[in-house]
């Protein structure tokens, strides 16, 4: 089993909502062309855990994956005669690379493969933090569609969510690229899991304002619904770079990796042990910024951080961290349940 997980601020502004949701090209068909692949740094070294779009010849989105901790990528079931590859990294220039295949595939056309290395360089304008804050959007909108979105908000703080949801579509059918209103959608719709639906709106909002970090915290958490947690740490790293003062999205990236790593055997290979400790590495860093940032306001990274250390058989530490969370929430609902965890932890093997 490939375990692909991406690595930390991973970018993908233009494609990262729609095609991600979309069964893998393996999925959808049992034939067809297929484009293999690996990514380097300038050095020549492998870059594992980067995002890897596939485009077809109008520039539509078809794919997504990562790479692999060797840096490799697969697309296949792949049928038309023409494609764009893009990687994309958040400290790196895009790259990218057609591929061509002799024919399209059919019933009578078996699949060809092709074999693709790009190779990514750093970027001059990189700078070491952006400036904080979310970019906000600037709308003239119509009367028609502000009030009724305003009756929406109403509603909703009454506790009348369908009639709340209702009045914001009626905004939406008056002001399709309302941003406000297409964003408090997709929220409402992953609040009730209506994935599928909130995926739309969530396009429809990144369309209007790519920069805001909301689309990508809300994409994040639908991803989290889904369990497509490599990709939902990708989503939340995205949101933190947007808005590098906020905590939020680097703890719900932690708490991401902390559920990819715990989907990995690391018995299955050195290569998936390799893979697991990656993610908890990562984890841990996302954490730790996350409490750098949010301090005793953020309690939640405590009990990830335990999960970390947990899992990677560092009792005490997980125990030292349960012990700050209790110390910074002693009333908390869960303070019993953590005191045993603590026993338990603090507990010589048998």
Avoid: C
Wanted: hydrophobic share 45%; aromatic share 4%; proline share 6%.
């Amino acid at each position: 089993m490939t375990h692909n997980r991406t690595r930390s601020a991973a970018r993908a502004a233009l494609t990262l909502l729609l095609p991600l949701l979309l069964a893998p090209a393996a999925a959808r068909a049992q034939q067809g062309h297929t484009i293999r692949g690996k990514v380097r740094d300038a050095a020549g070294n492998v870059m594992p855990r980067v995002l890897v779009d596939i485009q077809n010849a109008n520039g539509a989105p078809v794919g997504q994956t990562t790479t692999g901790t060797e840096g490799d990528f697969a697309f296949t079931g792949l049928t038309d005669s023409s494609y764009t590859v893009i990687v994309r990294s958040p400290d790196h220039a895009p790259a990218s690379e057609t591929v061509e295949f002799a024919r399209r595939v059919d019933e009578n056309s078996p699949g060809e493969t092709r074999a693709v290395e790009l190779t990514i360089t750093p970027r001059a304008d990189v700078t070491p933090r952006p400036t904080p804050g979310r970019v906000a959007v600037s709308q003239a909108v119509p009367a028609a569609a502000r009030d009724a979105f305003e009756r929406g908000m109403r509603l909703a703080r009454e506790g009348k969510a369908a009639q709340a949801e209702a009045a914001v579509r009626e905004a939406v059918g008056v002001f399709p690229d309302y941003f406000d209103a297409r964003l408090w959608l997709a929220a409402e719709l992953v609040r009730t899991n209506r994935l599928d639906d909130a995926l739309q709106q969530l396009e429809a909002a990144r369309r209007v304002n790519p920069k805001d970090d909301r689309v990508y915290v809300t994409f994040g958490q639908l991803l989290m619904l889904r369990r497509k947690y490599a990709v939902a740490a990708a989503a939340f790293a995205e949101a933190a770079r947007l808005n590098p003062s906020a905590p939020q999205p680097l703890l719900q990236r932690g708490a991401a990796l902390v559920e990819y790593a715990s989907s990995i055997d690391p018995t299955a290979s050195r290569k998936a042990a390799d893979e697991r400790r990656a993610a908890l590495d990562d984890a841990e860093r996302a954490l730790s910024e996350a409490l750098r940032l949010g301090g005793a306001r953020l309690p939640a990274a405590r009990l990830q951080l335990a999960r970390v250390y947990e899992r990677r058989g560092e009792r005490a530490r997980a125990a030292d961290e349960l012990e700050r969370y209790l110390r910074d929430n002693p009333s908390a609902a869960n303070a019993a349940a953590v005191r045993e965890a603590v026993k338990t932890l603090r507990a010589p093997k048998p």
